[in-house]
């Protein structure tokens, strides 16, 4: 996965203070965004316009995914964002020398080295402990158990799940029993669309910091994570947790839908057995 990120005079001074792990704009760039945004509106425009130039320049490189940063209050920038992709698409190459800032070792947004070598985890350092593995046959045991559409009290879960939600209860269930199991156990963030039985059963929320649901972003050093560099990236947990148990193939397999932020903090097992989480058919 690559990183664009909106820059703007506020997002180009924190990244160039350390804020945004790894990421620094080159001199000649600040300057010239501090430059556009002395009228915000044709700043923004601006700002749009490139974060649509790199993130197809990504994706003619062959990215998978793009990760968006720089934007917190506003969906409309995003989707700008993607329309302006959408329409400049096919001439990406085109682009590729407005990213060039007349230095053969600085990157538009991200340096050679984001992390100072003495702070990098060295390889194999990555301990695997029982503790690792164990939630992983537990989860999985309880999850097909309780979260299997075709089992057979399956029909029971709707009907309750059913019930809960007509009665406006489905909140109680969240709060007595779903929170307290599953906080302690995944630090879940109460998302409401459970994806973890496609992570080994480790939380793609709490777990990373991009959100990732299919695969790794590729950003991970020694299978640490790029943003934190002290915590081990969550796809290399899960697929050591996999290969544990001889299960390391069936990893990134399936493509899993997006989350459905509507079903932010609201019971993740009501809407799976209601059908309104991801996997709905
Ligand atoms: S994926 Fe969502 S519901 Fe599942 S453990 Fe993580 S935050 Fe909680």
């Known amino acids: 996965m690559g990183s664009v990120y909106l820059l703007s005079p506020r997002s180009a001074r924190a990244m160039n203070r350390g804020r945004v792990p790894g990421a620094h704009v080159p001199d000649k760039l600040f300057d010239q965004v501090i430059k556009e945004w002395s009228q915000p509106r044709s700043g923004l425009k601006i700002a749009i316009d490139r974060a649509a130039k ?6 003619g490189l062959g990215y998978k995914g793009i990760h968006i ?3 917190h209050r506003s969906f409309t920038t995003v989707g ?20 060039n800032m007349g230095n053969s070792r600085t990157y538009y947004y991200l340096s050679n080295d984001p ?8 390889p194999g350092r990555i301990k695997e402990n029982f503790t690792e593995h164990y939630p992983h046959a537990l989860l999985k045991t309880a999850h ?19 019930f809960l939600e007509k009665t406006n209860k489905a909140w109680l269930l969240k709060r007595m029993l ?16 459970c994806a973890i039985q496609h992570t080994a059963f480790l939380c793609p929320e709490s777990g990373c910091p991009k959100y990732t649901r299919n695969g790794a972003c590729g950003g991970s050093y020694h299978g640490f994570c790029e943003v934190h560099p002290e915590r ?4 290399v947990r899960a697929h050591k947790r996999l290969k544990h148990c001889g299960m390391a193939h069936t990893l990134g397999k399936a493509f899993v839908p997006p989350r459905m932020w509507e079903l932010n903090q609201t019971s993740s097992w009501v809407n799976f057995h209601l059908g309104k989480d991801h996997q709905k058919p």
Not at 54 to 59: E, M, N, R
Not at 232 to 235: E, L
């Open 54 to 59: 790199l993130g197809v320049i990504l994706k």
């Open 69 to 71: 940063g720089g934007i």
């Open 80 to 99: 700008a964002i993607l329309d302006r992709m959408e329409e400049i698409e096919d001439s990406w190459e085109d682009f590729l020398g407005e990213f």
């Open 115 to 122: 992390v100072p070598e003495e702070k990098l985890p060295l």
């Open 144 to 162: 097909n158990l309780f979260f299997d559409k075709t089992a057979r009290l399956a029909k029971v879960y709707r009907k309750l799940a059913g």
């Open 178 to 193: 779903e929170d307290p199991l599953k906080k302690p156990l995944l630090s879940c963030q109460g998302c409401g669309d």
């Open 232 to 235: 081990k990236c969550v796809w």
